[in-house]
């Protein structure tokens, strides 16, 4: 396992594990993940996987406290220097979650389905057929509270991003933006060419946790009509 490890302010490391992003560094990701999930540091305060790396946060007074002769991020670098050592011939942990998020796809809930169709010289139906097609990673949940970035849109349907984002894209808009494809969890601006809604609530508050989903698991999108939208909206 090659990687590089960086401070982040003065309570935080970056373990990098390459500059692209490729399906085996993300099994790495997902075993360093794991390792930590089930055998959390006393220091640590909260980890964060992203595309090639993965951040832990930790707090220094805790560490002095119980070891006052070393500086916080050079004692937390020698224990994740010992720890990917350990764990860096590990298979990641094979279950899997699979999320299949309904989708109402065009018309007023996805305004920008025939751009992406005229885009690649395809028809709205082909758009939402290979949409629907491929079972999507979870890579990382980023810019807004349970928004993830997912892996493995087909190379058929991406599409550049708005030239002139939205003030305010719906809660639950299901966009593309380049190579990637995504779900926007709750109203914010934004650029991606909306092609559908989902009722499913990506992120709830008062559950723990309060992101439906997270790094590593993996999503199927399922085409749905218009009644099944407001009956899966009554039901959430």
Do not use: C
Request: glycine share 8%; net charge negative.
């Amino acid at each position: 396992m090659d990687y590089r490890l960086f401070p982040l302010s003065d309570h935080g490391i970056i373990i990098e594990l390459g500059e692209e992003i490729d399906d085996d560094i993300q099994s790495h990701i997902r075993v360093i993940s794991s390792y930590l999930e089930e055998h959390p540091f006393y220091w640590m305060i909260e980890y964060v996987p992203a595309f090639t790396t993965v951040t832990i946060y930790y707090d220094p007074q805790a560490i002095y406290l119980n070891d006052s002769s070393t500086l916080p991020f050079e004692f937390v670098r020698e224990q994740i220097n010992e720890m990917l050592t350990r764990i860096q011939y590990a298979i990641p942990n094979q279950k899997t979650n699979i999320i299949e998020i309904p989708v109402l796809y065009g018309g007023k809930w996805g305004p920008d389905i025939e751009f992406v169709a005229n885009s690649n010289h395809l028809s709205i139906e082909e758009v939402i057929n290979l949409h629907t097609a491929n079972l999507y990673q979870v890579y990382m949940i980023g810019f807004a509270p349970g928004f993830p970035y997912l892996g493995g849109l087909s190379p058929k349907l991406a599409t550049p991003r708005r030239q002139s984002p939205r003030l305010a894209i719906p809660s639950g808009s299901v966009g593309i933006a380049g190579a990637q494809t995504g779900v926007y969890p709750l109203e914010t601006p934004g650029g991606w060419q909306i092609i559908g809604r989902t009722p499913l609530q990506l992120f709830r508050p008062k559950d723990h946790p309060p992101s439906l989903l997270k790094a590593g698991d993996q999503i199927r999108f399922k085409s749905i009509n218009e009644e099944e939208f407001f009956n899966w909206e009554v039901r959430e």
